[in-house]
RNA sequence: GGAGAAAUGGCAGAGUGGUCGAAUGCACCGGUCUUGAAAACCGGCGAGGGUCACACCUCCGGGGGUUCGAAUCCCUCUUUCUCCGCCA
């Protein structure tokens, strides 16, 4: 969420640069000022009421020891009325934070500068391409097919165990996830990351730092006997690892990375877009994440990107680099460059990473702040972007390394695989 | 699942109804001393709200209650530890 200060300090450029979302946020941010100086007016208020009962307790526990106590009694009337008092600011005072904040959560993160404007994917800006398409035979076959035919993911198999969208891997099929997950992980390390196993689990309070609650909770299974939610993606557990946190400044850059399975309801659509490994209830993922200094984030966001980068040049996949569109950006994004991969048997591009810049706005929820050099503690910035998500990366494996003799596995990952080829 | 004990500042650990946001130690930051470092000594050192800055308000696991007044008493929830049972 915004903070309101920062809100009431830079409300044209906020209304202004909220605009590319394509909505306009000048009635919400009006309302959230005139609703925070309202909070204030009665926080003082109360806050003065509360002292005036605090002294009088005071002199009443002086008179008491000076065996005063006729006089003291007389002074207990004016305090129970003053507790009074504060007991119905005190309630409105919570009405009006609880209001406001309610409103905040609605308030999507500030886009950047650079975020181009539009309404939809068609306007998101492709900043970078790099790869060949392979030319395949007329009889290039989908990653479905594929994977029916050498027998390693069964769709119809996962269908039966749990439902649509829970596939199984097999053979060849769950040991090539199996080495990308490695592989990912490796390479992330390599990088300066640390790995971290968290829980697939959360809690309600975890859901609420990352802010899938309390707006979506539709998109998250919930497991209501014990109120927890399985994730939807590791960056709920791993950003949430700094949930309640003040970092030393020297602590920065904080580097993350991990492997989890993700949960989505998806409440989808159904098609030939959705079909396969195209989007699915579980799936697994290796995220990255950085807590950074609030001058350093971008240059972190580059850096991730050039990291993703790296990864996909080496499995040597044809994809493309998109700048979001206002209309398109997450909520809780100020900045998110999409990398998507080209499925030559379904031409068509397939998002495998989303890689953001949160600036303030969860660590705003998660409380997650720094000791700066003044000594004054000041909101650290996250971000984070997956490296890889593996259905997709795997779909396109299938389908841009297929051959007639079989499917080749990239250079890269034959050390983790044991073979080169799915026959 | 059953029985008991506990939860206080970064950590350790006092405080059991009044001037306690909280002793003390360690850690940390600044200074003196030193060729430099250590030691010693001096000073600072939780968070949020509020203010131009003060004042002031709130917070001793969470929530509720008793009282003029709660870290301290009561209720409740959560978590941790010990013992027993079960178990990958």
């Not at 309600?204 to 209501?224: C, I, N, R």
Request: aromatic share 8%; with cysteine; net charge negative.
């Amino acid at each position: 969420m915004l903070q309101v200060a920062f809100i009431r300090e830079n409300k044209e450029d906020v209304i202004q640069r909220l605009a590319k979302r394509n909505i306009d946020a000048s009635a919400m941010i009006n309302e959230a000022i005139t609703l925070d100086e309202e909070r204030r007016a009665l926080q003082a208020k109360l806050d003065n009421t509360k002292a005036e009962s605090n002294s009088i307790s005071k002199e009443i526990g002086i008179l008491f020891k000076n065996g005063q106590a006729q006089e003291a009694n007389e002074l207990k009337t004016k305090t129970t009325q003053l507790k009074e008092e504060a007991k119905i600011l005190e309630q409105d005072l919570n009405t009006k934070v609880e209001t406001l904040n309610e409103l905040l959560y609605k308030i999507p993160n500030v886009p950047n500068t650079i975020v181009p404007s539009g309404n939809t994917d068609e306007d998101n800006e492709e900043v970078f391409r790099e790869g060949e398409v392979p030319s395949l035979s007329e009889s290039a076959l989908p990653h479905w097919e594929l994977a029916k035919k050498y027998d390693i993911i069964d769709f119809e198999l996962g269908t039966k165990i749990t439902g649509a969208g829970f596939p199984v891997y097999k053979g060849k099929g769950a040991k090539l996830q199996r080495a990308l997950i490695t592989y990912f992980l490796d390479k992330n390390t390599e990088a300066g990351y640390t790995e971290y196993q968290v829980p697939h689990l959360v809690n309600e309070a975890s859901g609420f730092g990352t802010g899938q609650l309390p707006d979506k909770e539709g998109q998250m299974y919930h497991v209501t006997a014990d109120n927890l939610y399985l994730i939807p993606t590791a960056e709920v557990p791993a950003t949430n690892i700094f949930r309640d946190t003040i970092l030393n400044e020297n602590d920065l850059p904080i580097s993350v990375t991990g492997y989890t399975p993700c949960f989505r309801r998806e409440a989808g659509s159904y098609g030939a877009h959705v079909r396969g490994l195209n989007r699915l209830h579980q799936f697994d993922k290796v995220e990255i994440l950085r807590v950074e200094h609030p001058n350093k984030s971008y240059e972190a966001l580059d850096s991730m990107v050039e990291h993703v980068k790296g990864i996909l040049k080496e499995l040597k996949l044809p994809y493309r680099i998109l700048r979001l569109c206002g209309g398109d950006l997450g909520f809780t994004s100020a900045l998110t460059y999409d990398f998507e991969v080209f499925s030559t048997a379904q031409d068509r591009w397939l998002e495998i990473s989303s890689v953001s810049n949160f600036e303030t706005f969860q660590a705003n929820r998660l409380k997650l702040r720094f000791k700066n050099s003044d000594g004054k503690n000041e909101l650290c910035h996250t971000l984070n972007g997956s490296s890889l998500a593996l259905p997709r990366v795997l779909a396109g494996i299938l389908e841009n390394y297929q051959t007639e003799n079989g499917i080749k596995i990239p250079d890269v990952l034959v050390p983790y695989t044991g073979f080169d080829l799915i026959s």
